[in-house]
């Protein structure tokens, strides 16, 4: 019962993560390339831009959502298996939404790389 | 790519293992922290680990940001995932600690993935409605400047 709750937990964090990493990411393409934009408007444009962008806010939640469940599952489960687990889970639920959500071009190359991070992720915090 | 770009990949990767280990070493020396004693937050925010920490994490999400504008979500995170591989060094050489084979074996892992993502595209062509306004605006006055010599 006790590892149903763990295991709960990193999947809530796992989810919040992703949402956050995905809307985020959709957020700052909304805004333009950061050097492109400082350089042709300068920086207040780009600070104005991204906190006007209300992708950024929903992003930012979900990163706080995803903290605060950390600490939760934390509570209820090893941090030997909870951070790893959370952190390379977070890897390939990344790729699969950025291929889904923002249909970025996710071939074998970003495929072998997130696995081998997740992978890696996993063994060096185990 | 530019160098300018691998520079904010490199400020993602360095301001989030330096951040990360100063918040680990402030709060260790600081004590834990209960819900029913939440002035103990204060204190440990007052800690000059844990405020320099703070800052660094703050100039990691900024360069993070700064990273998506120009490149895909799944380059990012692999480009910058070597944060871990650091940690694992700075662990082994400045603070002497012991890293197992099983943990070698990881950093080759990630080292390895790194190396794959870096070899491809940084962004996926295919234009955002609002960043084609802008290229749109770049073009114009582009052809603008160009009319007029």
């Known amino acids: 019962m006790k590892s149903l709750y763990t295991w709960g937990g990193i999947l809530v964090v796992v989810f919040f993560s992703v949402v956050g990493d995905v809307v985020l990411a959709r957020a700052m393409k909304q805004v333009g390339d950061v050097h492109d934009l400082w350089e042709r408007r300068g920086l207040w444009t780009v600070i104005g831009r991204t906190l006007g962008n209300p992708n950024f806010f929903f992003g930012v939640a979900a990163m706080a959502l995803a903290f605060f469940s950390l600490l939760f599952a934390l509570s209820w489960g090893d941090v030997s298996l909870v951070a790893p687990a959370a952190a390379s889970l977070t890897f390939i639920g990344n790729a699969f939404a950025a291929k889904f959500f923002l249909h970025e071009k996710v071939d074998r190359r970003r495929w072998i790389a997130a696995v081998l991070v997740a992978g890696g992720v996993a063994l060096l915090a185990g | ?149």
Not at chain 2, 23 to 47: D, E, F, R
Not at chain 2, 60 to 70: I, P, Q, R, T
Not at chain 2, 101 to 112: E, N, V
Not at chain 2, 124 to 143: C, L, N
């Open chain 2, 1 to 149: 790519m530019t160098f300018r770009k691998y520079l904010v990949l490199a400020g993602v990767t360095v301001f989030a293992a330096a951040g990360d280990s100063m918040l680990s070493h402030g709060m260790k020396q600081n004590g834990s922290i209960s819900v029913h004693h939440l002035q103990g937050v204060i204190a440990a925010v007052l800690n000059p680990w844990v405020a320099v920490g703070i800052v660094l994490l703050l100039a990691f999400f900024a360069s993070y940001m700064n990273a998506l504008s120009w490149a895909d979500l799944t380059y990012v995170l692999p480009a910058t995932s070597l944060g871990y591989v650091l940690l694992a060094l700075v662990a082994k050489f400045a603070l002497h600690e012991q890293v197992s084979p099983l943990r070698w074996m990881g950093i080759a892992l990630i080292s390895g993935g790194v190396s794959f993502v870096a070899r491809g595209p940084a962004l996926t062509a295919h234009p955002h409605p609002e960043a084609q306004e802008d290229a749109q605006e770049t073009v114009v006055s582009a052809a603008a400047g160009g009319a007029k010599r």
